[in-house]
């Protein structure tokens, strides 16, 4: 049986590829410093791990990172960026798909810490 494609998956698929391109090509003819170059690619891995969960963040930043050591010019080994995304892609917001970060009110549960904890975990210089 062939698995159907979805409007959403053609979607991301095109954000990949867009985001990639870009990145490569676009941004640096408009004169981005490449120190400010912004990475559009794991973005949408980020966002696509959050509506749709760890596996799917993880498959999803797997194929993009493949795409994006394929595009000219590629600066590292193959397979590297491939890794990094997946993992990002796995990682993502703790690894929880968005619809299980609403309690049962209804209401969403952060999942940051709090500003206490944050600023008893800083240094003092």
């Known amino acids: 049986m062939m698995p159907r494609l ?3 998956g053609l979607v991301r698929t095109v954000l990949v590829v ?3 391109l870009s990145v490569a090509t676009v941004l640096p003819r408009l004169g981005v410093s490449a120190r400010l170059l912004p990475d559009l690619v794991v973005i949408g891995v980020a966002a696509s791990a959050v509506l749709r969960g760890p596996a799917h963040g ?3 930043g797997l194929a993009a990172g493949w795409v994006v050591d394929l595009v ?3 600066g590292s080994p193959l397979g590297a960026t491939a890794l990094l995304y997946a993992v990002a892609g796995g990682r993502s917001l703790r690894s929880q798909p968005w619809h299980r970060l609403r309690s ?3 209401s969403a549960r952060s999942s940051w810490p709090s500003s206490a904890t944050a600023s008893s975990t800083c240094r003092q210089h």
């Open 58 to 60: 993880a498959l999803l």
């Open 104 to 106: 049962s009110s209804g």
């Open 18 to 20: 867009v985001g990639a």
């Open 72 to 74: 000219p010019p590629a």
């Open 6 to 8: 979805s409007l959403l």
